[in-house]
């Protein structure tokens, strides 16, 4: 089954304390992405991969990192959580850039950082 | 920049009522791609359609409808007789073509549809 999926689903942590996200999609996709949802603002980009080793900026980065060593996977990394970070973040990918094609997105991960 | 409004946060409507939700962007340019998605209680985003800048031609889909019309720069959904199940949180998003594949989200409309 075509799929991104998300792991941990949820996660509770402490502030300052590292921790990664991982996302997988089996679609042989080269564009993957990165989103945070929060409550009326929808869901904003973090960073983006226009394939391995190919990352950039979306609209709010602070605080994240990103990388993409395999064409499959891109893990989102926050080395110094804090509450504000809390949200519901989503992975993406799509064939190709945001623009020409619809995005697979993964089922989520709630994070909540004390 | 590009920008994407969704000025109706919340939408309640009886089964069977239509429904339109409203999708206004800003944009420089004249490439761009626009998206719906949709998001039930379940929480996944699910993708509905995607419309380039050069076809503006109105797309339904069974009871799904969307107008597209750039001299307002809108793209709206219609649900045509609603029903229970399509209750969720709807997002319009906005791509340009010259932004290095960046998509830009609107604040979505949540919409109840009750029995």
């Known amino acids: 089954e075509a799929q991104v999926t998300q792991n941990p689903r949820y996660l509770i942590t402490v502030t300052g304390k590292k921790l990664t996200v991982t996302c997988s999609q089996n679609m042989n996709h080269e564009y993957m992405s990165w989103y945070r949802q929060d409550p009326g603002l929808g869901l904003r980009q973090i960073y983006y991969s226009m394939n391995v080793e190919v990352t950039d900026k979306g609209d709010v980065p602070e605080g994240y990192k990103v990388s993409r060593k395999e064409k499959r996977n891109f893990p989102l990394i926050l080395e110094s959580p804090s509450p504000n970070q809390t949200s519901l973040y989503f992975c993406?990918?799509?064939?190709?850039?945001?623009?020409?094609?619809?995005?697979?997105f993964g089922p989520g991960t709630r994070l909540t950082v004390t | 920049a590009q920008k994407v409004t969704q000025a109706q946060t919340e939408i309640s409507v009886v089964e069977k009522e239509d429904v339109t939700l409203d999708c206004v962007y800003e944009?420089?340019?004249?490439?761009?791609?626009l998206f719906w998605y949709k998001q039930p209680p379940s929480g996944e985003l699910v993708f509905l359609i995607r419309r380039n800048s050069f076809d503006e031609q109105n797309e339904i889909s069974g009871r799904y409808s969307w107008n597209f019309q750039k001299s307002t720069s809108s793209f709206n959904f219609t649900i045509t007789a609603s029903q229970v199940v399509d209750s969720a949180v709807y997002f319009c998003?906005?791509?340009?073509?010259?932004?290095?594949?960046?998509?830009?989200f609107g604040g979505g409309t949540r919409l109840m549809v009750k029995p």
């Open positions: 993406a990918s799509s064939l190709a850039g945001a623009s020409s094609y619809e995005q697979y």
């Open positions: 998003a906005l791509s340009e073509a010259g932004a290095g594949n960046m998509l830009t």
């Open positions: 944009t420089r340019d004249t490439t761009y791609y």
